[in-house]
């Protein structure tokens, strides 16, 4: 391949990375700005932040399963252990 059709071949692929950068971008500052836009209401801060843990939460196990093909049982351990601490601090 010569070099010529390679240059070609990179700039499209970055075009048309750069094209579908936007959406990521525009998501990590609304979820920088949430906090400062929920702030007075606390209800829907805490409700997007418990979105927010299980979200993580759900990607992580779809990650693993995905990519090996094991159910963890560890991810639900360590996420029960977690939230008993809490649930012990909190009273």
Do not use: C, D, E
């Not at 390679?6 to 959406?23: E, F, H, N, T």
């Not at 094991?70 to 939230?83: K, Q, Y």
């Amino acid at each position: 391949m010569s070099s010529r059709v390679a240059a070609v071949i990179r700039s499209k692929s970055v075009r048309a990375a750069a094209g579908l950068a936007w959406p990521y971008g525009a998501s990590a500052v609304a979820l920088v700005l949430l906090p400062w836009l929920l702030s007075s209401n606390q209800y829907l801060l805490g409700l997007f932040v418990v979105s927010g843990i299980w979200a993580i939460f759900a990607i992580s196990v779809s990650m693993l399963f995905r990519s090996t093909g094991l159910l963890s049982m560890a991810h639900g351990a360590f996420f029960g252990i977690g939230a008993y601490a809490v649930g012990v601090v909190a009273t």
